[in-house]
């Protein structure tokens, strides 16, 4: 593993940073969890790129440091950094394509209780999940992940996304799906990521 000195941006918010900081805790290695609010983001905004967080800044040996913007390039980067990509081409391609699929789940869960079409969009993502749940259950492979025996990104990404299914629908959503049910359980007990599921900030999301 490359030594480099790690600062990850984002709001005091698990949202799009979650993923990353589970990844952090399961390697074991140190970042600096830098959370960004009222004044001091608007400050920060202009030298992000997209004017977006989450952003990761990575400072390599020579001190040169380089912010990489958009959290699935962020994920991506630490699953290579710390060996949660996979072992092969197509385990990685497979981390990679169900890693899009939680991003399609994700957006299309809906946080917006003023939206005008709110009551709309939850009935159809009522309708939506359990279906896309069904499709994603026969992708857990034997060894309880969906590479196998081996943790990666996907496995960390997907149970950092059922954390915010099981709060905006409810403790239930995986009874239907016992496989998944159980991936994530086994990620969640991981004990680096236990840890920091006990210890981290308290946030709504
Ligand atoms: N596709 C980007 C989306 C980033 C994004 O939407 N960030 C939001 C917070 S979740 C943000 O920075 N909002 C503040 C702003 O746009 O000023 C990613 O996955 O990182």
Request: aromatic letters at 14%.
């Amino acid at each position: 593993m490359a030594s480099y000195k790690y600062k990850l941006y984002y709001f005091n918010a698990r949202g799009r940073a979650e993923p990353a900081r589970w990844m952090f805790a399961q390697a074991g290695v140190e970042y600096e969890d830098v959370r960004l609010a009222g004044e001091k983001w608007i400050a920060k905004k202009p030298d992000m790129p997209f004017g977006q967080m989450p952003a990761l800044e990575v400072t390599d040996s020579s001190g040169k440091s380089h912010l990489i913007p958009q959290s699935r390039a962020i994920e991506r980067f630490l699953a290579k950094q710390f060996g949660l990509a996979g072992k092969n081409e197509f385990d990685i391609a497979r981390a990679d394509f169900l890693n899009e699929y939680f991003n399609d789940i994700f957006q299309k869960i809906v946080f917006n209780k003023k939206d005008p079409d709110y009551e709309k969009k939850c009935k159809e993502f009522d309708e939506f999940l359990p279906q896309a749940l069904e499709k994603l259950e026969p992708f857990v492979r034997d060894g309880g992940y969906f590479l196998g025996k081996e943790l990666s990104w996907a496995d960390i990404v997907f149970s950092v996304l059922t954390d915010i299914l099981i709060q905006v629908k409810d403790s239930n959503v995986l009874d239907k799906t016992p496989k998944l049910k159980k991936l994530r359980q086994s990620v969640c007990d991981q004990p680096k990521i236990a840890e920091w599921i006990t210890n981290r900030p308290k946030t709504d999301f």
